[in-house]
């Protein structure tokens, strides 16, 4: 039986002795760090750690017990602070409109077991898509949406999500922008896939934008998504060169390809508790071999 892993996500201001308290704190408690990552930004005077820990029968502490003496701890430091035990995997909806490219991708890599993930549905504002999902046997939502019936698709929205407890929810190009009241309810529970290197061509259109300004580099952002359109937090970007023979055709279809990569990757990193936001900032930890 493999042991319980458990993953504490650290940010706080830097302070002398900061790594010596916390790796002091888990070993006292009996457990085994088999990872720590931290950064300092010196800028800004910030600490962040990512430290991962085992436990076996010997470790008699609850999780309450931990979070109590933990948070002890955490007030000295002023630490904010998250936990994951690895005992469940988290719940992500996806949410598409047209274009089928990222949707095949997620499906295609959670079928495989490359995302450490239940995704329990698709949700659409069309229906072209929901062939797709019932390839994968995946349930698919139909949610048709205008502007008179924004507010109420989005509270069928959220009663979907909520009766599913979902906590991760990927819009896989879902061509619709979010309420802030819907935003807020998810915070840093939403990866967006923006088909562009932010913060160059926000909105829509990008690829038509690219050819029109000659770029010589095209790219994709994974974020999260914040009440600000493409100004969120970035997870991960990829780019690829091009050259003044493409045409805005021949730049989607590249673009494709980097939009897959990135959005598998940061909903990868946010599954595997690598991710801190810090302000529009996102700290990604970089795999450790887990």
């Given at each position: 039986m493999n042991p319980q892993i458990v993953t504490f996500l650290i940010k706080c201001p830097d302070k002398k002795g900061i790594i010596s308290a916390l790796t002091g704190f888990f070993f006292k408690e009996g457990f085994n760090i088999i990872s720590a990552q931290q950064y300092t930004n010196s800028l800004e005077g910030k600490f962040f750690m990512r430290i991962r820990l085992t436990s076996d029968d010997s470790v008699a502490i609850s999780k309450n017990q931990l979070e109590n003496k933990f948070s002890d701890l955490a007030k000295s430091y002023q630490i904010t602070w998250k936990v994951d035990y690895g005992s469940k995997k988290q719940k992500v909806a996806i949410l598409v409109s047209h274009t089928s490219h990222n949707l095949y991708d997620l499906l295609y890599r959670h079928r495989e077991g490359e995302l450490n993930c239940d995704v329990r549905m698709v949700i659409s504002n069309h229906q072209k898509l929901k062939s797709v999902a019932d390839m994968f046997g995946v349930p698919f939502h139909y949610a048709p949406v205008t502007a008179e019936t924004k507010s109420e698709q989005e509270n069928e929205l959220t009663r979907l999500l909520d009766s599913h407890k979902i906590d991760l929810i990927v819009m896989a190009r879902y061509m619709q922008i979010l309420s802030a009241g819907f935003i807020d309810r998810y915070q840093g529970k939403i990866i967006n896939i923006h088909h562009s290197f932010l913060p160059a061509f926000q909105g829509a259109n990008p690829y038509k934008r690219a050819y029109e300004r000659g770029v010589k580099l095209i790219g994709a952002t994974a974020h999260y998504?914040?009440?600000?359109?493409?100004?969120?937090?970035?997870?991960?970007?990829?780019?690829?060169?091009?050259?003044?023979?493409?045409?805005?055709?021949?730049?989607?279809?590249?673009?494709?390809?980097?939009?897959?990569l990135v959005l598998a990757k940061a909903v990868n990193f946010h599954l595997n508790n690598q991710v801190i936001v810090d302000g529009n900032k996102a700290i990604v930890f970089p795999e450790t071999g887990e």
């Open positions: 998504a914040t009440k600000d359109l493409d100004e969120g937090p970035i997870i991960e970007q990829g780019v690829e060169r091009v050259t003044h023979e493409c045409t805005p055709a021949s730049l989607k279809k590249i673009g494709a390809d980097i939009e897959t």
